[in-house]
């Protein structure tokens, strides 16, 4: 089956970076999209950044349009996002999920059949 681990997060002061990294493995067939989402307490989870298998597509959200950074190393079945000019609403846990073809929605966490364990990423002020 497919499965993805996160690494990568942290503390960090405000305008710093941070990036994270998935690792994947599994069935190609069903990790068409990539994408990685977000989740802070009491609030819903939210798509932060979707990558196509081949990096012809990508989505961000408004919220973090010039700051992240989705892309991969398909040689070593990664997928990486650079996380630059942080600011403590950032604050969250980034999960790591992917998809199938079929995805249309593509920043909907319900999209995703396939998720990673998350990892935390924390920006004080």
């Known amino acids: 089956q497919v499965q993805l681990v996160e690494s990568g997060g942290g503390s960090v002061e405000a305008g710093g970076s941070l990036r994270l990294s998935c690792a994947v493995s599994g069935y190609t067939g069903s990790t068409y999209y990539m994408a990685w989402f977000r989740q802070a307490p009491g609030r819903e989870r939210e798509g932060v950044a979707v990558?196509?298998?081949?990096?012809?597509?990508?989505y961000y959200a408004d919220a973090v349009k010039g700051r992240f950074t989705i892309s991969q190393d398909t040689t070593k079945n990664r997928l990486y996002l650079q996380m630059n000019s942080l600011q403590p609403e950032d604050t969250a846990v980034y999960y790591c999920?992917?998809?199938?073809?079929?995805?249309?929605?593509?920043?909907?966490?319900?999209?995703?059949?396939?998720w990673g364990q998350g990892t935390q990423v924390t920006v004080s002020s």
């Open positions: 990558s196509s298998v081949t990096s012809s597509v990508t």
């Open positions: 999920a992917a998809g199938p073809t079929t995805v249309k929605y593509h920043l909907r966490a319900t999209e995703y059949p396939y």
